[in-house]
């Protein structure tokens, strides 16, 4: 074992991939985790920096036992990935504090391999894997700096190496992937402690939810049509529906069992929904879906798409829908009570429609008059509209008139129930981004929306965007579209930079192919590799008998590249060929010295052996032709091999000689 | 047999006639021509070195000058000089005997420097400039210089440098027995040049010269070569390694020796066959002795 001390060059180089590499926890890690690693690690580089060693055993011990005991207080255990991953760091931090000897770099250095990969059990996106294949190649360069010998390679050829190394790597990782065994469900559930999806909608809706979502710009789930998209006011994406209203906050209720068919008309839509996860466990498929490929998947009472369990991974999910559908059966008793319940509050709102109702007996007339309210008072669209409290409908319909869309859609559904029309709210998003670049389309939180859905007898559900009737450009583009210019929202700068907005659409589009190509390889996609390798009948054995077959191939083609390398006097038959054609004439007392040329050594062995004159004469001749001159020589290398293999010199013998 | 290698013999042959028994040298001084490389020849007077450039000069049908060096000699001597002509009332150049295509600057090492550079820097750059006026030198040019390496008092001996700008150097030495006795018993040597046919032509030595690069030159010889000048680089005994230029130098003898042995690519055994005469006058050894070129020679493995 070295012990020579290390530089202060070899710990810097180490601290900065210890860094990087904690640097990828940075969202999961407790702050005085970070606090503590990056103490250590400056104190023992200040240190070293003054020429001076790592501090006292005592001061270590007391430290790493401290750390120890505080991750204990905050986990309640070692074990799990936030634990374990806490524990990792600070152990690394910790070890680095203490280097000495190019030992204590080695297990820094093997930490931060560990802490490299347990960064990817947080998250899968591809710009995380890119951070880590950087630290690892970094983190590789400065070991190898610390292995080799003398002072060890300077930072520009160990970073050739430590790359050449991981290029090396390749065919074996990709062996790996394409044929290590998939389990058909993960060992372990990605975190779901609720603060890594925070945005996106909830099984409630409060005046002011939707215009907080509309000023994010996360992505919610992004859709690939078979064919061509329906047109933009078809593009309603079906989420939560809100039945229960306490006069300010709406809520999901009873869902009514299984939904009754609905007869499909126009044309069906098929596409690829890709999800992000979320809280919930629905599933945003376009108005209204009809089939879907998703093992546990059901559409609720009020049709929604759903599956058991929370989307706790990214999902795709193919979908058939239809825009347009009937639904010839009658409601039954139980929705009808569920979504003309009496509404508690809002009095004015209550008495405004009692006295419309009145002059309409008729639903649709109703209906009508109501939505003739929002285009001719002046209501305003807006994202900022002012806080409402208590009695919101009544504040918003009769003092403020400032709203998005929730407020339109709970003002509007009140209305209607209070005719005794049965009526809830549908949210969910509408419109998207064409990514042109990929030919899919982005729906982002910020085309959150909230609409109505009325009961009229004999049409059955009908949708009712109250929101179009302020602004119908606003159901034609995007949010971002219908606002005004002194709105605040995120995207706004990005309709100013259109390159801007390109490059982020091609970004987009390569996490996309990313998800697509990488992240959902799986055990189907596996069995259809082999299938595509004409192995009858797939299963996990012969998977295994593949992949051994591979790696074994992949090991074989490195230790032959890596032969050839270090002789490379092998690599060629015709240099082969002529050393055995020296060896021969060596082994009948002719050697040829290293510095000797082929035609020399021919003319010498000429005169020492006139009867092999000729024949090695030609010999040399051929090896000279091949091996100096120009191309399209007469003879081939195989050729020249076969000539030498038959040549047999004999050793002269007593006889032959007199 | 193409024409090329039938003229080349013929001259070979004939050139072996007049001076007997160094038939490795004269290959030698052809592969310098050929090479468009001068030529220094080192060697005691009267073993013939005006007689073989004499003898190169009339075969190849190439115009033919004399320069001796004195220790008085002017540049203006070797390069020429403007004479005021009173009829026409100008300054004409009258050309110096460097103005032909195989100069003879005979015992070189006696002239002062300045007339030795005057002649070395007319070898490099193939042009004489005098008052700022540049005469191109004609074509082919070709310098056989000699020096003589016994009597070293009253000489300005080249250094270094300046050996460098000459490709060869070769020594003539004493003749063998047989050859000295047909030189005793036979005709006049001055009457045996006089007598000589032209066989070439500047033209034809021109297109020879050209034939020189179009001979190829493989990776692996590249890699010998490379692997020599290394190790003159780094021998212990050598007190200045081979130039790039010393390198060009011995790749381009090496094809022009592989033109003359009739091949169309250079194998090893050419560049060993020239490495001596490339090299010896470069390379400053503590032993000068040929074998110690023979060792570093032994040195190198061919790759």
Known sequence: MNHKPISFDHLLGVSACLAMAVAAHLGSLPVWVLVTVAMAGGIRLLLAYRGRSAPPRAIRLAVAALAIALVFAQFRTFNGLSAGTALLALMAGLKLFEAETPRDIYIVTLSIYFLSVSALLQSDSFWLLA??????WLTTASLLRLTTRHSGPDWRRALRYAGRILVQG????????????????????????????????????????????????????????????????????????????????????????????????????????????????????????????????????????????????????????????????????????RDTAPLRGNPRTLQFAHTLRAQHPDDVEYLRSVLAIFTQQPFYY???????????????????????????????????????????????????????????????????????????????WLRIDPTSAIAPNRVEQSAAGALSADEPLVSRWQRRTPWLADTRLRLDALGQLWRERILLFDQDSQSRLLEWLHIPEPDGQKLVLVMAAALTLVMCWLTWSVRREIEPARRELLLRAYSRLCAKLAAVGIPRPLHEGAEAYAMRVAERRPDLGPTVAALCRQYSRLRYGAAGARITVAQFDAAVRAFRPRARTRAARA | MSTAQTEIDAVLAQINRVILGKDAQIRLCLTCLLARGHLLIEDIPGVGKTTLAHAFAKTLGLSYQRVQFTSDLLPADVLGVSIYDRETGKFRFQRGPIFAQLVLADEINRASPKAQSALLEAMEEHQVTLDGESM??????????????????????????QLDRFLMRVHLGYPAAAAERELLSGVERRDLVNALSTIAS???????????????????????????????????????????????GMLRAARAWALIAGRDAVIPEHVQAVFAAVVEHRVRQRDSSPAAVARLLEAVPIP
């Open chain 1, 382 to 460: 807006t994202l900022t509209p002012p806080k409402l409290a208590g009695n919101s409908v009544d504040a918003f319909l009769f003092d403020t008139k400032r709203g998005f869309c929730g407020h339109y859609a709970s003002a509007f559904a009140v209305l209607m129930r209070a005719a005794g029309i049965p009526a809830h709210i549908v949210t969910g998003y509408q419109g998207g981004t064409f990514n042109r670049f990929a030919d899919y389309w982005i729906v982002r939180q910020s085309d959150a929306h909230a609409w109505v859905e009325v009961w009229i007898e004999g049409q059955g």
């Open chain 1, 131 to 136: 951070y880590l294949i950087v630290i690892l």
């Open chain 2, 202 to 248: 500047a033209d034809s030595l021109r297109a020879l010269q050209a034939r020189v690069l179009e001979v190829h030159v493989s990776p692996a010889l590249l890699d010998y070569v490379q692997a020599l000048v290394a190790h003159t680089r780094h021998a212990s005994g050598l007190n200045v390694g081979l130039s790039p230029r010393a390198a060009i």
């Open chain 2, 136 to 161: 191109p030198l004609p074509k082919p040019f070709f310098v056989i210089a000699t020096q003589n390496p016994q009597d070293q008092v009253g000489t300005f001996p080249l250094p270094e440098s």
């Open chain 1, 170 to 337: 390749l065919p074996l990782a990709l062996a790996l992937w394409l044929l290590f065994p998939r389990l058909a469900a993960p060992l372990w559930h990605l975190p779901d402690d609720g603060s890594s999806a925070a945005t996106g909608l909830s099984d409630t809706l409060s005046p002011g939810d939707i215009d907080q979502l509309v000023q994010s710009d996360e992505v919610a789930f992004r859709v690939r049509f078979a064919a061509a998209p329906p047109p933009p006011l078809e593009r309603y994406w079906r989420g939560p529906v809100m039945h229960d209203f306490d006069g300010h906050t709406w809520r999901r209720a009873y869902s009514g069992g299984a939904a009754p068919p609905l007869q499909p008309q126009g044309p069906a839509y098929r596409y690829t929904v890709s999800m992000e996860p979320h809280r919930h466990n629905w599933i945003f498929a376009l108005d209204w879906p009809a089939r879907w490929d998703l093992p546990g998947g059901r559409l609720t009472g009020d049709y929604t798409l759903v599956q058991r369990d929370p989307l706790s991974r990214p999902i795709d999910v193919a979908v058939t829908s239809y825009t347009h559908v009937q639904n010839p059966a009658a409601l039954g008793t139980l929705l009808r009570k």
